[in-house]
């Protein structure tokens, strides 16, 4: 029993010693725990990091997206991309070839095809009444509708007064084959009678419906109202034929 005493005496003291330095070694880890802790926190806080890594400001998933047209093209069996921006470009092309189809079918007749003369003055109770006809001298057949354009103007190309009123009347399509005419009346009251001031023009210059180029012929009818009382000069849609 002497023997065997200080042997667990020993056993004590060794087990303390060992507990002590346990501690001490827990209590070293602890410390080195708070320094490991901070960058135990930068995986968590680079995870988001990493998706935005893709494109800055760009959201999760923008850059697939922006390859789906791509892949949905070679889904298609027609290998359309089926894309929004396709349609708009399809469409726009429908509406740039409308105009061609449009200017191919027309049967407005140009102011190439057509020739314009002044007919015989039909006078009455003080107004002079001139048929103003155009004539289809075109090899086709074209069409005029409404009211031709017209102006007075002098030797040297000024307009003389101010362009002729429209007279009410309902517009209607002329059909003109070749060589065929169709007629306008151009209406004022007699200078003379008015007492409006008056001008000889040496040219009327006559554009036909929805054309801009006009065509001219001489003037040699005498004078025509351009200022003051009754000075209004009157034009009328065209109708078939060259005159009343």
Same mark, same amino acid.
């Given at each position: 029993?002497?023997?065997?005493?200080?042997?667990?005496?020993?056993?004590?003291?060794?087990?303390?010693?060992?507990?002590?330095?346990?501690?001490?070694?827990?209590?070293?880890?602890?410390?080195?725990?708070?320094?490991?802790?901070?960058?135990?926190?930068?995986?968590?806080?680079?995870?988001?990091?990493?998706?935005?890594?893709?494109?800055?400001?760009?959201?999760?998933?923008?850059?697939?997206?922006?390859s789906t047209p791509a892949d949905d093209s070679a889904a298609r069996p027609d290998g359309s991309s089926g894309s929004t921006?396709?349609?708009?470009?399809?469409?726009?092309?429908?509406t740039r070839a409308a105009p061609q189809g449009t200017s191919a079918g027309s049967t407005r007749c140009h102011t190439s095809e057509?020739?314009?003369?002044?007919?015989?003055?039909?006078?009455?109770?003080?107004?002079?009444?001139?048929?103003? !006809?155009?004539? +289809?001298? *075109? @090899?086709?057949?074209? /069409? =005029?509708?409404?009211?031709?354009?017209?102006?007075?103007?002098?030797?040297?190309?000024?307009?003389?007064?101010?362009?002729?009123?429209?007279?009410?009347?309902?517009?209607?399509?002329?059909?003109?084959?070749?060589?065929?005419?169709?007629?306008?009346?151009?209406?004022?009251?007699?200078?003379?009678?008015?007492?409006?001031?008056?001008?000889?023009?040496?040219?009327?210059?006559?554009?036909?419906?929805?054309?801009?180029?006009?065509?001219?012929?001489?003037?040699?009818?005498?004078?025509?109202? !351009?200022?003051? +009382?009754? *000075? @209004?000069?009157?034009? /009328? =849609?065209?109708?078939?034929?060259?005159?009343?």
């Amino acid at each position: 029993m002497a023997y065997t005493f200080p042997s667990r005496h020993r056993t004590l003291a060794l087990a303390s010693a060992g507990a002590l330095t346990v501690l001490g070694l827990l209590s070293a880890c602890g410390t080195g725990s708070d320094t490991v802790s901070s960058p135990q926190k930068v995986p968590g806080a680079a995870a988001p990091a990493t998706g935005d890594a893709t494109n800055g400001d760009t959201p999760p998933g923008a850059a697939s997206g922006a390859s789906t047209p791509a892949d949905d093209s070679a889904a298609r069996p027609d290998g359309s991309s089926g894309s929004t921006g396709s349609a708009p470009s399809a469409h726009s092309s429908a509406t740039r070839a409308a105009p061609q189809g449009t200017s191919a079918g027309s049967t407005r007749c140009h102011t190439s095809e057509l020739r314009a003369t002044v007919g015989r003055n039909d006078p009455g109770a003080g107004q002079e009444n001139f048929p103003l !006809v155009l004539t +289809n001298v *075109s @090899s086709r057949t074209c /069409t =005029v509708r409404g009211y031709p354009g017209a102006a007075f103007v002098d030797a040297s190309g000024k307009q003389l007064g101010p362009d002729p009123k429209r007279s009410p009347g309902s517009p209607s399509t002329v059909t003109l084959q070749p060589h065929e005419s169709a007629w306008a009346g151009l209406t004022f009251a007699n200078p003379e009678v008015s007492e409006a001031r008056a001008a000889t023009p040496a040219t009327l210059v006559v554009t036909p419906p929805d054309e801009r180029d006009p065509l001219r012929v001489r003037w040699t009818a005498g004078p025509v109202p !351009v200022g003051g +009382n009754a *000075s @209004s000069v009157y034009v /009328t =849609v065209l109708r078939p034929g060259t005159g009343p």
